[in-house]
């Protein structure tokens, strides 16, 4: 065991150095490995923070036997654009994709489903599966069987504007499959046999496997499997001081016009019932990650398998009297759980460094012995999983968030953030700002950016409109250089 731990390193130190422009070429990675890492990436919709304590077995199975990343964001708190950066290593406007619609169709247009991590794990001889939500509206746009280059087995959820709990179609490899209300339909089920299947043929034909693992739940509306109804039924929200903020007069008007667009919770769905929902509906995909590490481990590949669980963006529930929901620039939406374990992973590690959904692709790759495209903003997070091999001369301290189109009238809010290790800046489309203290004010109740002398708010627009332009290596650059501001 200590031999193969000592392997790793070199291996990773090495996929990393290939994956940040170093010299050493990829196939040099492979043969210094005798035996290529599996890759399970497992992918959640709308999950936050206030639910991973009631992940059981994902606590126990790769949190505790791993790597907890705990400044790890998304550069998009929308589904499709968070998915999209996700596949491609790039900050949403160099997607093009910055809000839910037309998702897919665009993404799909633009030609970008062409070079994504799948396409690079293909070229270093990877088996692929993606399995469940892939982008909104999928598959608009294109042929109705369309099967995204780089995957070799596709189970993916026909958008039809429906819940993906229940009495929904997938293409399952170009034929689309129905499913029904029987509880064997339950879509977290379906997916996880799925992938039980396709792991146990990998193993079976001695081929490393990437998996793409991206459930439904907990999306709204929230729909438990039926064996899991009467579970948490008591359960309190988690409620931060920023909980139904009383004075909201210092938010952005548009903040405040959204707090009054539901007025005040009913019962049926108060912040309390809704938790438990959503604790329920996470109880298949913990028992999922059992059941895939305990296939793992009877196969004698748990040792060889790296298993990454998070989310696409995180959610909100009541703070700053906002309504039930995502897509904003707070922290309950952009800062979610990722934790992950694997070869050379000791148990108990922390890594405090800013990451973001942007390095997942270069860093799976990077794992994998696989080349990234050079058009990746992200970059690979590997070194600080072993805290031995050699680490990055420079990284990023800040991290530009963005949602929503500012070319076209939308009814999504559109904004430009940039969130920095100490505050967070805001700019709304009309023209209101945010600025909070994150060290002092860490639930973002006192908006600064009235109080702000005029130099300094002219520094952070300059910083942010660089950043929201940026491509590649300008990014990594302007996301080290924090300007020096008073606040």
Known sequence: MKNKWFKWQNIVA????????????????????????????????????????????????????????TNYFVTSSACCPSRSSTFRGQYPHNTTILENSPGFKKFYRNGKTKDTIATWMKRAYYQNSFMGKYLNLYPLGAPENYIAPGWD???????????????????????????????????????????????????????????????????????PAPRHSQLYLDLTYPKKPSFR?????????????????????????????????????????DEMVA?????????????????????????????????????????????????????????????????????????IAALAGAR???????????PFLFPTSEQPAGWRKALL??????????PVIAYRAVRTENFIYIEYEDGELEFYDLIKDPYEMENLAGKLAPETLTTLHNWLGQLKTCKANECRQLEMNVPDIDY
């Open 245 to 285: 903020e009383v004075d909201i007069s210092d938010k952005p008007q548009i903040i405040q016009d959204l707090s009054k667009k539901d007025g005040a919770y009913e019962a049926e769905d108060s912040p309390d019932n809704q938790f438990a929902k959503r604790v329920q509906t996470m109880q298949a995909v």
């Open 401 to 410: 968030i963005e949602t929503g189109d500012l070319d076209r009238e939308s």
């Open 14 to 69: 090495l996929t990393v150095l290939i994956v940040l422009g170093a010299t050493p070429l990829v196939n040099e990675a492979i043969e210094a490995s005798q035996e290529r890492p599996n890759i399970i990436f497992i992918l959640t919709d709308d999950f936050d923070y206030a639910l991973m304590p009631y992940m059981t077995n994902t606590n126990r199975l790769i949190a505790d036997e791993g790597a907890v990343l």
């Open 153 to 223: 087995d596709w189970h993916v959820f026909v958008d039809d504007g429906t819940p993906f709990y229940f009495a929904y179609t997938m293409n399952e490899n170009g034929e689309y499959v129905r499913y029904h209300k029987k509880e064997y339909d339950y879509s977290t089920d379906v997916i996880a046999g799925l992938a039980q299947s396709f792991i146990e043929s990998s193993i079976e034909n001695k081929k490393p496997f990437f998996v793409y693992l991206s459930v439904y739940a907990p999306h709204g509306p929230s729909i």
């Open 291 to 363: 059941s895939l590490v305990k296939l793992l481990d009877e196969k004698g590949q748990l040792e060889n398998t790296y298993i990454f669980f998070t989310s696409d963006n995180g959610f909100h529930m009541g703070e700053h009297s906002l309504p039930n929901g995502k897509m904003l620039a707070y922290e309950e939406d952009i800062h979610v759980p990722l934790v992950v374990r694997g070869p050379g992973i000791q148990p108990g590690t922390t890594v405090t460094q800013m990451t973001a959904n942007i390095d997942i692709a270069p860093t």
């Open 372 to 382: 990234a495209a050079s058009f990746v903003d992200g970059s690979s997070f590997g």
